[in-house]
């Protein structure tokens, strides 16, 4: 049985999203989502907003974040081409979900504990690169890219001031000629390991799925067999991104490796063209610590 009635993966003001929390639970209840997930970047700050936009719009939320992360493995060139991907993604990133998660409990205290500092890490990155484009002739106000992010200030919050100035025509060329991996303003900065991470969430009674593996360009089934290795729980085999083709390839090798799968539509604002829900996933494959809850609605 399929279902669109789980959408595990969207952003809010909080981090690079377009909408308040608010504004994406009722997005997410109108587009007929009965189970949603906000999974702001490096942040948790929109969970107590998230519990009250779902008991208002009448569906569950379960609290996440997406965690950026070192890369597991090298890129396979043979991949990429396959995905026509001219290069992976310097980061992977892993979604971790507290369905049985409580605001102020000792588990969700630890992890935030853990968390806040990759999120502050943010900020000094973040000025390090409007310091190199200010070098490099682009002067950018740091004040006006901070005001642009909620509590989680990222490269699409710097990438949309330069398109703001002038100095690109859409975000995707400021991170091609500017601030993409390996361009003249990139700063890298510290990441945890998948294995870390996932240690941590575990330990603090949460769930976890890789995000997006379309951008990392490992093959599935090395992909699910690493997973599996790490001790991550689910890969996100149904994400907007991926072709059906690609879906099925990831939900086989997820399978015969013993993983569950999750689905998101990694739902950031409809200015970018992008709906939340509407992502048809085979109910059996969701794990069941998102769906008890949810099973009699199906």
Known sequence: MWTERYDLHSHSTNSDGQHSVADVARRMSNSGV??????????????????QAAQQTGIRFIPGVEITCKPGLKAV???????????ASASWHLLAYFPKGELGSSEISQFKQWLTPLGDDRVPRMLEMIERLNELGLVVEKEKVLDRAGDSV??????DELVALGYVEHRQ????????DGKPA?????????EEATRI???CGGFTSLAHPLYYGIPPQM???????AGVDAIECFHRSHSDAYRFALWTASKAAGLCITCGSDFHGIDFNQAPGRMAVPFASLPDVL??????SE
């Open 201 to 203: 969430v575990r330990a």
């Open 154 to 159: 990222g490269r699409p919050h710097l990438a």
């Open 186 to 194: 990139h700063v890298a900065r510290p990441l945890p390991s998948i």
């Open 77 to 87: 060139d043979a991949e990429l081409r396959l995905r026509s991907k001219e290069r």
């Open 291 to 296: 769906t008890t809850e949810s099973t009699h």
């Open 173 to 180: 060329q400021a991170f091609d000629e500017w601030i993409g």
């Open 223 to 229: 992909l699910a067999a690493f997973c599996k290795q």
């Open 34 to 51: 009965t189970c949603w997930s906000l999974t702001d970047h490096d942040t948790i700050s929109g969970w107590a907003a998230g519990f």
